[in-house]
């Protein structure tokens, strides 16, 4: 094997239940998605950070290695990466410069987590590299550290998703990360066409939260019920049970203030299709929405979904996590 080059993928994710809510340190289920990033790097005799982004449209971007996010003007597309660098740099040091190429089989636009999984990715490639060991837990405080100096915001359930893959039990912070054991989740993810800005959406519940705290902290608490019933009724792979869980979560999703027209439109025609159940996913406002259905009525969810103005997105859940590609 190269020792000068090292290649880590990690997987993109879906919400399932508990979103919103988790950011206030509640639970929530994720799993994570077929649709990979891989981040390759190399070690350079000159002291700079190169990085090469194409599907951001970052190329050939170079800069002192020692200036790696200090920077004013950060490329959008470099950086989560020039940021997971100079924290990696700062607790166990880069003795030679590096060169990043990232390459994505997900669209940003999806909501599928890619920020997240390249800072994984970048960090995880650094520590195989310049063979840094790290648990998977402080893979995860790193990788959360850098996200909140970006975002300023964020449970850190995407993080988790990229790290351990599967489908995971994470309560906000990553108090707690627990693998659920389930057999394959029969989902179907319908996008809105409307790409929504998560940081707007959390703040939106934030000042909702401010003028109604004591509602508001009540709805919390009842998706956190309903997040402690998914994980059961997964361990059981009680999909009809889960699709009921998914209608109760909506519902509160909706009453939070995040739920849309169009969200809406998918959401029920799934349901009239013949879904056991079926909710917004992520932070709302657009974005994707995901229905469990058995095998019979698959065609016809789909169907009813791409009747209502949907796209039907071809992902798997369950997907591995972070790895070093050999
Ligand atoms: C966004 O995909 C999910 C939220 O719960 C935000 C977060 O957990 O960081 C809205």
């Known amino acids: 094997m190269n020792k000068n080059k090292v290649t880590a993928s990690a997987p993109g994710k879906l919400m399932l239940f508990g979103e919103h809510s988790v950011v206030y340190g509640k639970p929530c289920i994720v799993t994570a998605v077929n649709q990979r990033i891989w981040v390759s790097i190399q070690k350079l005799d000159e002291r700079k950070l190169q990085i090469s982004a194409p599907d951001v449209s970052v190329l050939d971007y170079k800069l002192n290695l020692d200036k790696a996010g200090l920077g004013k003007h950060i490329p959008k597309g470099a950086i989560f990466i020039e940021y997971a660098v100079r924290n990696f740099k700062n607790?166990?040091?880069?003795?030679?410069?590096?060169?990043?190429?990232?390459?994505?089989?997900?669209?940003?636009k999806f909501g599928f987590g890619s920020s997240s999984a390249t800072t994984v990715a970048t960090?995880?490639?650094l520590s195989e590299l310049f063979k840094v060991r790290l648990s998977l837990k402080q893979l995860f405080d790193l990788s959360y550290e850098?996200?909140?100096q970006i975002q300023g915001i964020g449970s850190g359930f995407d993080l988790a998703a990229a790290i351990w893959g599967g489908t995971l039990y994470f309560v906000g912070g990553g108090k707690k990360i627990v693998p659920i054991k389930t057999s394959k989740i029969p989902l179907i993810v319908g996008y809105?066409?409307?790409?929504?800005?998560?940081?707007t959406l959390v703040k939106k519940v934030g000042s909702f939260y401010k003028t109604k705290r004591k509602t508001v902290r009540k709805i919390f608490e009842m998706i956190e019920d309903i997040v402690s019933s998914a994980?059961?009724?997964f361990l059981k792979n009680d999909f009809k049970n889960l699709g009921e869980l998914m209608n109760l979560n909506q519902g509160?999703?909706?009453?939070l203030g995040v739920n849309t027209k169009e969200l809406s439109d998918l959401i029920f025609a799934a349901r009239d299709g013949g879904a056991y159940g079926a909710k917004l996913s992520g932070a709302g406002?657009?974005?994707c929405m995901i229905a469990l259905t058995g095998n019979r009525h698959k065609a016809t969810v789909?169907?009813?979904?791409?009747?209502?103005?949907g796209t039907i997105l071809d992902v798997k859940p369950g997907a591995d996590g972070v790895k070093i590609e050999l």
């Open 91 to 108: 607790k166990f040091d880069l003795p030679t410069g590096i060169k990043i190429t990232t390459k994505s089989d997900f669209s940003s």
């Open 123 to 125: 960090i995880k490639a």
């Open 146 to 148: 850098t996200v909140l």
């Open 192 to 199: 809105t066409g409307i790409k929504a800005d998560t940081a």
């Open 231 to 233: 994980k059961i009724a």
């Open 252 to 255: 509160f999703l909706d009453s």
């Open 285 to 287: 406002g657009g974005d």
């Open 302 to 309: 789909e169907h009813a979904i791409k009747k209502a103005g």
